[in-house]
């Protein structure tokens, strides 16, 4: 019985992770995958149009790419970008971009973090057809 519970508070101690802010994320998968690279305008709560987003859309899924967790930058991704390529990477669920702290006096309202499931990328493999 002991062994048992043992066995269950190490598997659910695994499961779950702690990014560099403190907060848990969950890895739910971690392996390669074919997919094609996006790079979709960033639309924020106010409906304005930003900077552009990078994701890996795989089995009709558009994943945010987090790079601040990835083995590589957005100009590394830049030219693959419409492309379909394999990477080897993880699926995550967790917040896309870390908490900015706001100053006490400052007038803007906070922009409401996003969370959910995204991706990783470790590394990208040639396309192998």
Do not use: H
């Amino acid at each position: 019985m002991r062994l048992l519970f043992i066995s269950i508070l190490l598997i659910s101690f695994c499961a779950c992770k702690t990014n560099e802010n403190g907060t848990k994320i969950s890895v739910l998968k971690e392996y390669q995958k074919r997919g094609t690279v996006l790079s979709l305008p960033k639309k924020t709560t106010k409906g304005t149009v930003s900077d552009k987003e990078y994701y890996f859309r795989t089995d009709n899924i558009n994943y945010f790419i987090k790079f601040s967790e990835s083995y590589i930058t957005a100009l590394d991704l830049n030219k693959y970008v419409n492309q379909t390529i394999v990477i080897k990477g993880s699926i995550k669920n967790g917040l896309w971009e870390p908490k900015q702290p706001q100053a006490i006096t400052s007038a803007k309202q906070p922009e409401k973090a996003r969370s959910g499931p995204y991706i990783t990328i470790e590394r990208i493999y040639k396309n192998k057809k």
